[in-house]
């Protein structure tokens, strides 16, 4: 799907490494050094985010659970804010819309998600999630992200 | 909204204990003594069912993570598809959409499913997420579940 | 789903039919004499709609098509924003997703929305599509509108 | 985004004619010569197909309603799925998410449909919706079809 965000990228607003830091301070329930989530990479309104294949996170049959796949795209989708909009630590999550496509493999999965819209109230991006072995897209997720007004 | 799923209640295809039984059996690693979750009541297609409020759901600001209510979500469906259809360890979440409608008080969470559609092959479903202490409903999801064909 | 709004009913900020002058001014393409949309009911927060049975909507085998589904759908929420909020022509569809449930009957479709927020900066709300003569549920739509900033 | 598909390009299952003789003869109510729709390309699981800009498509201030770019997702998903599965007339929709992103300009839209998955049950797809004129994305859609059993 071809939809390019356009025009010579732009650069990040914030590194991995900015980004890494203020979720650590501001989320650190969700992201810290025994939750298996990293920041891969980010782009201007992009993001590859991993979540370790982890005992916990299993159902029956060995796969990665749906919640877990849930919470790593608005995990992604919080860096490919970020990685837009800089530091805006109070967006909320207001809608998410997940398809279940493919049994995950019994490894790492990575998520890769896009800003389709980013607008000064509205953010709204798109997930792609793939068992890190084989590429293969497992699901598929949309969000929409709330900004609140400056203060 | 007043979609009565109609006629006088059907009795539920299993009971509340019943099904519990089943979930610490087949999900052990999501339903377990240790993770707040408790089956409060079960209908013919409905189930009402808790998130006890626990530290480790929580985030900034003390409220309780939007992945922790998909997962109950989710869980409140698979709980409303047994009810409605006995057994059937192997239904698939295939489409889970969640608008996050306020913030939840500190407190625990429960989620109210009602089977919108029991086809042969596909379950939908809808769910209200109130905080404990106050009904008022916090998310809002429609999902749907695919059941394997018999073998 | 017995999400009460609560309290004792606030009454609807626009009646039936100053609602459906509103509508037959600002959407003329949309809402006019011939196009088999009437408004039937108006509380405060929701709305019941309905779109006549009429050949150039139908598909193969007899029934409604989708996208008028979809279209009625739309209508109804904005009536609801209408009954809630007053007269705001701007509100914007933001997002909606839609569960065919079951195939409707050769009739006409009802549509009843109700808000489940009603923000300053986003309303969303859920509706149920009934088959006319049967009152069963073939459709069931949540959808979030935004409302613009007063100028 | 970019999840591919995968190896070299297979044939699409049906040729552009093809599917547009199948539509005219199926679907005549939707795709007739008045009805501004066209198929301008055809791959394997993929489709573009394009709406005409036309007066009673239009809302105040002249942008294509949100109902005729439901209409064209939906359109531009079956011609997908033709050209992967063949002639199968009796796919049916069974959930259809679209987030509206930008109003589009007063031009003819274009809908990019692609397969995310294609099983024997469920066919999942997304669609972009751009703007003829400036190939920005006004909306964005995911949506799922269910194969009837052969019988």
Do not use: C, W
């Amino acid at each position: 799907m071809n939809v390019t965000m356009s025009k010579p990228a732009k650069s990040p607003a914030m590194s991995r490494e900015q980004i890494e830091a203020l979720l650590a301070k501001e989320f650190p329930q969700a992201f810290h050094p025994g939750s298996g989530l990293s920041v891969e990479e980010v782009g201007f309104g992009t993001a590859r985010v991993r979540q370790a294949y982890m005992a916990r996170l299993i159902r029956p049959g060995g796969t990665i659970s749906g919640p877990t796949m849930m919470a790593l795209a608005d995990f992604a989708m919080y860096v490919a804010v970020f990685s837009a909009a800089g530091p805006v630590p109070l967006a909320v999550t207001t809608n998410l819309n997940i398809n279940f496509l493919r049994k995950p493999a019994q490894a790492d999965i990575v998520a890769k998600a896009r800003l389709l819209k980013h607008g000064k109230r509205l953010v709204v991006g798109e997930v792609d999630i793939v068992s890190a072995d084989s590429e293969e897209t497992v699901a598929h997720v949309t969000a929409t992200y709330s900004i609140p007004p400056a203060t």
